[in-house]
């Protein structure tokens, strides 16, 4: 009887959504006793209804999303909430999202306001290591195995933000992109930091990024062979 409710046409989707919340009857702080584990299925449509496009992005320098020992590695909506302020002045500034930094040294990429992120320099494709306080995004996994598979060098490692913005002076800094469920590929098209604004890829979308995104959705949408097993027919 719901199967009206699945969209079919190119781009969009049935969003899953997995929830767990405490039902304990009790205003006390204390570990979970009783949960309720329930989904919801949200007919989506496109994330881009005007075409991938490049977005803006500003380092986040006074907030702080997540430390390590604390919950920023899983999909707490506490997360979310505490990226809401830095999220609203970025948008007023005309930034469509946030770079988060650690928040321990303040001096280390993390990732965007709600996904990962990674960056093509020189030639090498870098996206920050899962240090604790960063989401194990599954886009994130399934990018890093295609570019693995096509032959693309990827580190995961720690990425300084100094070292990213001497990459984007010295024009080694190819492509950025944030990954993630909803939007799948979103390229970054400018970097604010401080003072300093830098255009990547003159603002266009990378070869790289395009290839990812059609190869990512081609499988999701199976119009494109899955080599890797990851899709299942419902």
């Not at 949200?42 to 390590?68: C, H, N, Q, W």
Request: charged share 20%.
């Amino acid at each position: 009887m719901d199967a009206a409710w699945v969209p079919s046409a190119p781009g969009t989707s049935l969003y899953i959504r997995p929830f767990l919340y405490s039902t304990d009857p009790t205003l006390a702080l204390h570990g979970v006793h009783e949960a309720t584990f329930a989904i919801i299925l949200s007919p989506s449509g496109s994330y881009f209804s005007d075409g991938l496009k490049p977005v803006p992005i500003m380092v986040e320098t006074e907030d702080v999303r997540a430390v390590r020992g604390g919950t920023g590695e899983a999909k707490c909506g506490g997360n979310y909430a505490a990226a809401n302020r830095a999220g609203d002045k970025a948008l007023e500034k005309g930034y469509s999202q946030v770079l988060w930094l650690d928040g321990v040294e303040r001096k280390y990429v993390e990732e965007g306001g709600g996904m990962n992120v990674m960056f093509k320099i020189a030639g090498t494709v870098v996206t920050p290591m899962l240090t604790g306080s960063i989401l194990p995004g599954i886009t994130r996994k399934s990018c890093i195995e295609l570019l693995k598979s096509w032959g693309v060098p990827v580190e995961e490692r720690l990425l300084s933000v100094d070292e990213l913005f001497e990459a984007a002076k010295n024009g080694t800094l190819e492509e950025a992109w944030c990954v993630g469920t909803a939007a799948v590929i979103s390229p970054i098209g400018e970097l604010a930091w401080n003072e300093e604004t830098f255009e990547v890829n003159q603002n266009r979308i990378g070869a790289l990024s395009q290839r990812l995104y059609d190869e990512l959705t081609g499988i999701q949408w199976g119009t494109r062979p899955d080599p890797f097993g990851w899709t299942c027919v419902v």
